[in-house]
């Protein structure tokens, strides 16, 4: 069975930067690409970044980029995310996914495999 658990969430001062971490057991994650979405209450799941799986294409909404970066080693945990200049829009759930293919994907319904989420609260 596949796991992808996230860590790192917690309450982040706005203005302030957190980073959060996915760890996959189970198989390797070989050939897949690796995103991040969340979801805040009340609100669409959203995609956040993706990244393939060689770590040399990665893809940011609009709504982020600039302000966070994803980054995997495949070596130890799969994937993280960095965001900086945080503001009470970003509190939401986090969750970490995994979709098999060789390129990026922006969308749920590529990703088969998702952990259980990390709260993300930010502080004013």
């Known amino acids: 069975q596949v796991q992808l658990v996230e860590s790192g969430g917690g309450v982040v001062q706005a203005g302030g930067s957190l980073r959060l971490s996915c760890a996959a057991s189970g198989r390797t994650f070989t050939n897949y690409a690796m995103g991040w979405f969340r979801q805040a209450p009340g609100k669409e799941r959203e995609f956040v970044p993706t990244i393939n799986w060689s770590g040399d294409i990665t893809h940011y909404p609009h709504s982020v980029k600039g302000r966070v970066t994803i980054s995997r080693d495949n070596a130890k945990n799969p994937v993280y995310l960095q965001m900086i200049n945080v503001s009470p829009e970003d509190a939401a759930v986090y969750y970490c996914?995994?979709?098999?293919?060789?390129?990026?994907?922006?969308?749920?319904?590529?990703?088969?495999?998702w952990g259980q989420g990390t709260q993300v609260t930010v502080s004013s």
């Open positions: 996914a995994a979709a098999r293919g060789s390129t990026v994907y922006y969308t749920r319904n590529y990703y088969s495999d």
